[in-house]
Every structure is written in C-alpha cells, then in structure tokens.
C-alpha cells in the first residue's frame, strides 16, 4: 500500500476488525461494498435503461463505486493509508481493470438473454418486465467474478513489498 503503515498499525473502522482474519475482512467489505453497488446499479438501471444498455449502466456505476470500494478496503481490510490518494491512485488500476471485466462480462450476458434463461431454468413465470435485459441474475455473475478478480489483485497491490523493511528501505 502506498506510503502506509504496517497493516498492524494502521488505523481501522473499529479496533476489533484486527481481530478477524484478514479473508473474513475482505468479505465483510466486498460484501458492504456490493450491497452499495447493487442498490446503487439497480436505481440507476430502472431510471436509464431505456437510454442506455446494461453494460453502459454497469460501467458508470462501478466507475463511481471505486472510490467507495477503497474506502471500505482500507477501513475494514487493509488499514487507513498515511497519503489516502497515493493508495487510492495505486489502487485505481485495479477498479478500472474491473470496470472493464465487469462490463465485458455484463454485455456478454446482456446478449445471451442470461436472466431470461435463468428464470425459465428456475420456472420463474412470465412477467412484464422480461424484455427488460442485465437484471439481477446477470449482476450476480459479474459480481463474483469481479470479486474474486479483486480479492487476488487488491491483495497483491495493498500487500507489503517482500525485501522491504518497515522503515520503507529496501533490504539486500
């Protein structure tokens, strides 16, 4: 993490948050952090839908939630940065590397009518909003998939350096 503390010493949401392990406390932030995406994509997908597609939907929303993300990343998982933009630019390429996972995965099940057959696989009856596309069952894939995408890349980006020591000096 750029210009950050030891993850034992940064500061934290709660103290006791250093008290769980640290996969238990990237899922209790993914976990908040995709309740805010979801509640925040599905408002914006029932008011642009008919003015934009899924996947353009998804791709303003998960751009605007990587600031969010960050915060929570820090604050639960990793620990609060001395220089909050230094971490949050380190950390930007792997929020829009997702955007863009996200997005690409969105349209290719925007395109295969993935929720329709979904619900017809589930016996879901018809329904009026059925021509509607990147609903629910959609944003649940791109969520894993981008959650794990995350787990693997926040965790190399936010980890300490091997070879450095605390004091941020390299050693031979």
């Given at each position: 993490?750029?210009?950050a ?27 908040s952090g995709n ?13 642009f839908?008919t003015?934009?597609?899924?996947s ?14 960050h ?15 230094s971490?949050?630019m ?15 995965c969105?349209?290719?099940?925007e ?6 057959k979904?619900n ?15 609903g629910?069952y959609?944003?649940?894939v791109?969520?894993?998939?981008t ?14 350096p091997v ?10």
């Amino acid at each position: 993490m750029a210009n950050a503390k030891s993850s034992s010493e940064a500061r934290m949401f709660h103290s006791s948050l250093r008290l769980l392990p640290m996969p238990v406390r990237f899922v209790l932030s993914g976990v908040s952090g995709n309740v805010f995406f979801m509640a925040f994509y599905n408002w914006a997908y029932a008011s642009f839908q008919t003015i934009a597609s899924a996947s353009r939907i998804f791709s303003v929303v998960q751009f605007m939630c990587i600031v969010v993300n960050h915060a929570l990343n820090m604050g639960i998982v990793f620990g609060w940065p001395e220089n909050y933009v230094s971490s949050l630019m380190s950390n930007m390429p792997v929020g829009l590397v997702s955007l863009a996972l996200g997005a690409f995965c969105m349209e290719k099940l925007e395109e295969a009518s993935f929720d329709e057959k979904v619900n017809d696989w589930l016996g879901g009856a018809k329904s009026d909003n059925d021509d509607q596309k990147g609903g629910f069952y959609a944003s649940l894939v791109v969520m894993l998939v981008t959650g794990i995408f995350n787990y693997v890349a926040l965790n190399i980006v936010n980890s300490s350096p091997v070879g450095k020591k605390q004091d941020g000096k390299k050693e031979l």
